[in-house]
């Protein structure tokens, strides 16, 4: 006995053959699809204002924290971060912050007790925004001159400054807020750093 073979129309085939080209076309159309949808609703409901990603909070009392801490006369507690003559950079933390927020306007809020030799020390908190590496990145500074008034006292400290959605355009999105103090002639002190990171700041009615 032999098998029976049928064939199919050829009209029948050629619809058949077209059918099967459109499906792969959508199925590698698909995945593209998805990607643009993703897009477009990213940038019809961008990030909240005054939301906050980031918030710390160092008195440096804390056993991991051995850096340029130092064991004296803190304003709170036992531990204060030191810098003199050599350290240039006494203090820092590193903020990774969700891709979500690239092109996304961020404002960095410090507040810190800083204390110095020298009264208007050439001081700063500085803020570095920068991606997977450091061969680009955008650089400010928060300077401690003008708040820093007395000499061998500590002082409150506070300023804040805004990164535009320009300047945050890199993935992954790195924030870096560290103590700089370039001529570190003499010495300064710093205790109960506040650091806060706030997406599209308004300022509240």
Known sequence: MFAEVYYLPKIKLKYYICAKKIMKRIAYLFPVIILVASV???CKNPPKPNVVYANTFDNFESENMTE???KGAAYSGQYFIHADSGKVY????VFNLPDSLRNTSLKIFV???VRSAEKNPKASFAV???GKDSSSFVWKELYMTNQVVT???W???TDSLEISKEEAAFLPLKVNVFGYYPENKKYLDLDDVSITI???FKEEE
């Open 40 to 42: 477009f609703s990213s």
């Open 68 to 70: 340029n801490k130092v």
């Open 90 to 93: 006494p203090y820092g933390q």
């Open 111 to 113: 507040t810190a007790y």
């Open 128 to 130: 570095t925004v920068n």
């Open 151 to 153: 000499a061998d006292q």
């Open 155 to 157: 002082n409150i400290f």
């Open 198 to 200: 706030k997406s599209n």
